[in-house]
């Protein structure tokens, strides 16, 4: 009897594990497809992914030290929670005394915050010491002029100038989200205007597959990094990174997600930028 | 010297206020959250959460959020009326509404963006189930302009919710002046780098009318209906009416 209940559960959690995979349900299905070029593994700075606003500028060395909080910054949430119970016990009791230690803890706050920020911004261009190497210090950044095979190539000399990265890279985040709304509602129509003849039917083959049942992809966090740009004959190519969270099942936890989305566009200007393949990073 | 509103204590020719209101948000901008949370302590995200919960967005509905800065209410509210609603984002300051606009996007949001002015809203009359305005109506030159813009634009039955800066309780008032008036300025200057555009917070804050002015103005510009939900023993205050 035991036996057949745990048999029977196991089988109802497989049958799960199995509908989850099968609904796995973002554009593509989190499968490679179309073209696929070669491109970077790592994004092109190791730094986390970072919200558009602060990529204008994706040339810069990124510094990849992480500073390990200091003393005071350890101390920063509880003096911070300590300031907020102080707050709304004043701001509920209304004693006097519960005003002077308001201030006093609202300013050691903001002292504190202050410091750790000041700390934060200068520490940050400041060369790595890594343990066991005492007093000696290493430049975490590679010299550019070797590169380890297979490590992103170093962005300033990729893009020609004038190219407007901050703005390429928001139009292809807006693509982005637009294709997974129209792959959502079964909007063929939608999918072929933004992508290839070659991709469309791949894509179109997924809606048929799931006899054009609508579904949700809800995207949690969204970031896009441009990892290549190339003219190869009558053809531009970019490859963008597309990285984040995605809820692909309405109830489900949001997974995180990386693929590079490979894009066309002819040289002479005849359509503009077309979804070619997708390619997992994971 | 009907043309002259003020600005923080000053007055200033009504001509001005925008521009110089600009000026500030201008020169806050790339700190503005960060400021947001040490001048509240955190708060304003509770106070916020509130609005959306007093504005109660539903899926489908079609709503404004006006003065957006940096769309924190923007991109709940976008979330919350999936499937099928739209969240439009409109600021006068083009910075701010540049980072509201990426700010969305990067939680995987499509919200179109308009820069316009709050007193003349760009939308046709009876076009939104919903309008929000955090912290902003504050900062508008004509108040009953914008709150008579905001109406117009509302659905029969739809709701005009602001959160904004009220007025204090009174027990409380000498502790919030100290903190506004000596405390915001110096976390401005050592933080932001600008005393002056919080010292402009704080007087702003004063000559904002307080819950009961504001609610009769919500009236005046043909709101039914109207509540006030006071936060943070009045430090903040929900208003909120019907279009009926």
Same mark, same amino acid.
Not at chain 1, 193 to 217: K, P
Not at chain 1, 240 to 252: M, T, W
Not at chain 2, 18 to 44: C, K, T
């Given at each position: ?10 089988? /109802? ?13 973002? @554009? ?23 919200? /558009? ?30 300031? @907020?119970?102080? @707050? ?42 890594? /343990? ?18 297979? #490590? /992103? ?10 190219? #407007? ?52 992809? #809800? ?48 040289? #002479? ?14 | 010297?009907?043309? +002259? ?5 000053? %007055? ?6 925008? $521009? ?10 790339? &700190? ?46 976008? &979330? ?39 007193? %003349? ?67 401005? &200057? +050592? ?33 039914? &209906? ?16 019907? $279009?009926?």
């Amino acid at each position: 009897m035991t036996k057949g209940l745990i048999g029977f559960c196991a089988l /109802a959690f497989s049958a799960l594990l199995v509908v989850q995979t099968a609904d796995a349900a973002r @554009l593509g299905g989190a499968r490679s497809s179309g073209v696929q070029r070669s491109v970077p593994k790592t994004p092109p700075a190791a730094t986390p992914a970072k919200p /558009a606003q602060e990529q204008a500028a994706p040339n810069q060395a990124a510094p990849t030290a992480q500073p390990q909080p200091s003393g005071l910054a350890r101390w920063m949430p509880a003096l911070g929670g300590l300031a @907020l119970g102080g @707050l709304l016990g004043y701001l509920f009791a209304g004693n006097g005394l519960g005003g002077i230690l308001l201030l006093v803890l609202l300013a050691v706050v903001a002292v504190l915050a202050f410091r750790a920020l000041a700390r934060r911004g200068a520490q940050s261009p400041q060369p790595v010491q890594y /343990a066991g190497m005492d007093r000696q210090t290493t430049l975490t950044p590679p010299p550019p002029s070797a590169p380890a095979p297979g #490590d /992103a190539m170093p962005t300033a000399a990729r893009f020609p100038a004038g190219f #407007d990265a901050a703005s390429f890279l928001r139009g292809a985040k807006m693509n982005f989200v637009k294709l997974q709304f129209a792959n959502d509602q079964g909007r063929l129509e939608d999918i072929r205007e933004f992508t290839t003849d070659e991709m469309f039917e791949a894509l179109e083959r997924d809606i048929h597959e799931r006899h054009g049942a609508g579904q949700q992809t #809800d995207i949690e966090s969204l970031d896009a990094q441009l990892v290549d740009l190339a003219t190869e004959g009558p053809q531009h190519w970019a490859s963008v990174r597309f990285s984040g969270r995605v809820r692909e099942v309405p109830g489900a936890v949001p997974v995180d997600f990386a693929e590079v989305w490979n894009l066309v566009k002819p040289a #002479d200007g005849s359509s503009g930028w077309l979804l070619a393949g997708i390619q997992q990073m994971h | 010297m009907k043309d +002259q509103t003020d600005f923080g204590y000053e %007055r200033v020719p009504e001509a001005d206020k925008a $521009r110089r209101v600009g000026a500030v948000f201008d020169r806050v901008a790339e &700190r503005y959250d960060l400021m947001n949370d040490l001048m509240s302590l955190g708060l304003h995200r509770l106070w916020k959460a509130f609005a959306i919960s007093v504005a109660r967005p539903r899926p489908g509905e079609r709503i404004l959020d006006v003065a957006t800065g940096s769309a924190d209410l923007a991109a709940a509210l976008a &979330r919350r009326v999936m499937p099928g609603g739209e969240v439009w984002l409109t600021d006068i300051n083009r910075r701010m509404l540049e980072r509201g606009r990426d700010r969305v996007l990067d939680e995987g949001l499509l919200a179109p963006a308009v820069q316009c002015d709050g007193e %003349r809203l760009p939308f046709a009359t009876g076009h939104f189930d919903c309008v929000t305005v955090a912290f902003g109506l504050r900062n508008m030159t004509h108040k009953d302009r914008a709150l008579a813009e905001m109406t117009r634009v509302l659905k029969p039955g739809g709701r005009l919710v602001i959160l904004e800066f009220s007025k204090v309780w009174k027990p409380l008032e000498r502790a919030y002046d100290f903190y506004s008036f000596r405390v915001l300025p110096w976390l401005g &200057r +050592q933080v932001a780098g600008d005393a002056a555009a919080y010292r402009y917070l704080a007087e702003s804050i004063r000559m904002h009318p307080d819950q009961a002015s504001l609610a009769a103005m919500l009236e005046s510009a043909g709101l039914s &209906r109207v509540e006030v939900f006071n936060l943070a023993a009045g430090v903040v205050a929900v208003h909120r009416g019907y $279009r009926i």
